[in-house]
């Protein structure tokens, strides 16, 4: 499946805005849980919830896997609930994305498929929003820094709080290293 045209840029732009509100440079670490704060959004870890919701306890302890994040919706209000078993990387990646589906508007739809009973998966809202989260937590610019040499890896990945694999994703998705494969090529 394919982002539609312009969208990566269109991710990019409202990425750029939103860190700009919230006071960050391209080479910032993205708090999840500040852009929360900012977007009057609450976020509940899993394990506040193991007292009045019986299931989270099997989502803590016994799958931990099988639950990163949730969007809950009350009537145009959202919350997001998230597993703080996973990794701090993990989490920030976790909620960052469930924010991204509100930044880019996607309408609530009930979790399950009410025919199969088995999970309602909406592939453009997925991958657009797992767009947006890379956008958010690694710019381009910051993926090209850490591709030429500029940031270790994992200097990068502590300053900005994401995993190996988020890290990575973004410097091949975005280009970067091709950009600075070539410009190696180019200068040797």
Same mark, same amino acid.
């Given at each position: ?29 993205m ?15 899993? #394990?506040?919830? %193991? ?9 803590? &302890?016994?799958? !931990?896997?099988?639950? /990163? @994040? ?11 609930v ?10 920030? #990646?976790?909620? %960052? ?9 996607? &309408?609530?739809? !009930?979790?399950?498929? /009410? @025919? ?11 991958e ?24 270790s ?36």
């Amino acid at each position: 499946m394919a982002l539609r045209r312009g969208f990566k840029s269109e991710a990019s732009d409202l990425a750029e805005e939103v860190r700009g509100e919230l006071g960050l440079s391209r080479f910032d670490r993205m708090d999840p849980f500040a852009l929360a704060r900012h977007l009057a959004v609450p976020v509940i870890p899993l #394990s506040d919830l %193991t007292a009045t919701c019986s299931g989270a306890q099997y989502f803590l &302890a016994v799958e !931990p896997g099988t639950l /990163s @994040a949730v969007t809950v919706f009350e009537g145009v209000r959202r919350i997001v609930v998230h597993n703080d078993t996973h990794s701090p990387a993990r989490q920030n #990646s976790n909620v %960052t994305h469930e924010l991204a589906h509100g930044l880019l508007l996607h &309408a609530p739809a !009930p979790a399950l498929d /009410s @025919a199969t009973g088995c999970r309602d998966w909406n592939a453009d809202h997925e991958e657009e929003a797992d767009w947006l989260t890379g956008e958010l937590l690694v710019t381009r610019p910051m993926a090209l820094a850490v591709a030429r040499g500029k940031f270790s890896r994992e200097s990068a990945m502590e300053r900005l709080g994401v995993s190996r694999k988020m890290l990575q994703w973004r410097i091949n998705a975005t280009g970067a290293a091709k950009q600075a494969a070539r410009e190696a090529d180019r200068f040797s």
